[in-house]
């Protein structure tokens, strides 16, 4: 809550005399009148230091004195940037959604004091950050951030490409979506965004959110975090975690031979073929199980959800617990369409992910057969008269 500016407080701070980053109080003040100035400038960012005798600021404490004497109450720093350092415990599972491996190149859009560079740094990866208060900026060069720019983040054009960003935003207001959806401008094909955001961001109607959670419905997903994760930095809010990837949708070269790959993992447990972003072909990786190499191939994105898909060429029988997860290839073929739309050609297949027919109950599957449907009478042509939609409606919406 803002702190109110008393008389007494703005008589003693008028005659404060500042140094740099250094604000000193002449003479001796009652200890009432102390307290007000004490209370005053702690919520402006300049705490008392006893080694050095003064208030010190994270800058010029000068101009923050300008500040504070410009109004009639004062708002802290963290409260008037929307900045909550993220705990360590949830830097480690941001890190772990986003496959941290050394040689990334990251953005931190919303870098604070370096909760998440300093994990990043030390696991190797060359990470650039954005810092709006230029105290704070100063301090991630320290940490060993690569490029550290200290303006507002939705100020920025896109520019340089990165493979990961993770970022904490501020939510005020809905800016955490703005923030979100500004930040995947800087992601390559092919790579993550991790963010922290309001749980708001699950249900409210406003375009940002849900173009957030479209997004993150398409190989990502949405997980929340105890509702006291922040409650040390002084809020009170619901977050969650939102993973949305940013698939390479170009083609392979055309080679005529599958690309190898390997689905293991790096030490820091991050795979190194991801199916929910990776490039639509065919693949070959050696199976342990089978002693042999096996080619797999991209077979579309879901009709449901929109994610990829993918599936063993062959025999090889594909499940959610394989290799691929919830990017395994469930199709639906004519004999599922059979109940909902009469004569369907035999061959008619189409994509479907492993989520949408296992883990998003009734609903996921419903929205993947009703976009099969449509996808169906979209297949449809003059020449070859419209199926009969005998449990659809008549824009292909089940029941």
């Not at 997980?223 to 969650?240: H, I, K, S, W």
Request: with cysteine; hydrophobic share 40%; glycine share 10%.
């Amino acid at each position: 809550m803002p702190t109110k500016i008393t008389q007494a407080a703005r008589d003693a701070l008028a005659a404060a005399v500042c140094d740099g980053n250094r604000l000193t109080i002449p003479g001796t003040l009652p200890p009432r009148a102390y307290a007000e100035v004490k209370r005053v400038l702690e919520t402006a960012g300049g705490p008392w230091n006893t080694r050095e005798q003064a208030h010190i600021f994270p800058g010029d404490a000068a101009a923050a004195l300008a500040r504070i004497l410009a109004g009639e109450r004062v708002t802290s720093d963290r409260e008037a940037q929307q900045w909550y350092p993220t705990p360590a415990d949830v830097v480690e599972e941001m890190l772990g959604m986003a496959y941290i491996q050394p040689g990334l190149e990251v953005l931190e859009p919303s870098a604070g004091e370096g909760a998440i560079v300093r994990p990043l740094v030390a696991a190797g990866c060359a990470v650039d950050c954005v810092e709006l208060h230029a105290g704070r900026a100063e301090t991630l060069r320290d940490l060993g951030a690569r490029k550290v720019w200290a303006m507002d983040f939705l100020t920025m054009a896109p520019g340089t490409g990165y493979d990961r960003v993770i970022m904490n935003p501020p939510f005020k207001g809905g800016a955490d979506a703005r923030h979100v959806l500004h930040a995947l401008q800087y992601v390559r094909p092919g790579g993550l965004l991790v963010a922290i955001m309001s749980a708001g961001v699950t249900y409210h109607g406003a375009r940002v959110s849900a173009r957030v959670r479209e997004l993150a419905s398409k190989g990502g997903r949405i997980e929340p975090l105890p509702r006291d994760t922040f409650a040390q930095a002084g809020a009170n809010m619901a977050t969650v975690i939102v993973v949305i990837p940013v698939p390479d949708d170009r083609p392979l070269p055309e080679s005529g031979e599958p690309v190898r790959v390997t689905f293991d993992h790096t030490a820091s447990n991050a795979p190194l073929f991801v199916p929910s972003a990776a490039r639509p072909g065919r693949y070959v990786h050696y199976d342990a199980w089978t002693s042999g190499d096996q080619v797999f191939s991209f077979k579309g994105w879901c009709v449901g959800c929109g994610a990829r898909t993918w599936g063993h060429d062959g025999s090889y029988s594909d499940d959610i617990r394989g290799a691929f997860g919830y990017s395994t290839w469930c199709p639906i073929d004519s004999y599922d369409l059979a109940h909902i739309v009469d004569d369907v050609p035999e061959d008619a297949s189409f994509p479907r992910c492993a989520e949408c027919y296992n883990e998003r109950g009734a609903e996921g599957d419903r929205q993947a057969m009703a976009g099969a449907v449509r996808a169906l009478k979209a297949m449809t042509t003059e020449a070859s008269p419209a199926p009969k939609l005998s449990g659809a409606a008549s824009d292909g919406r089940l029941f």
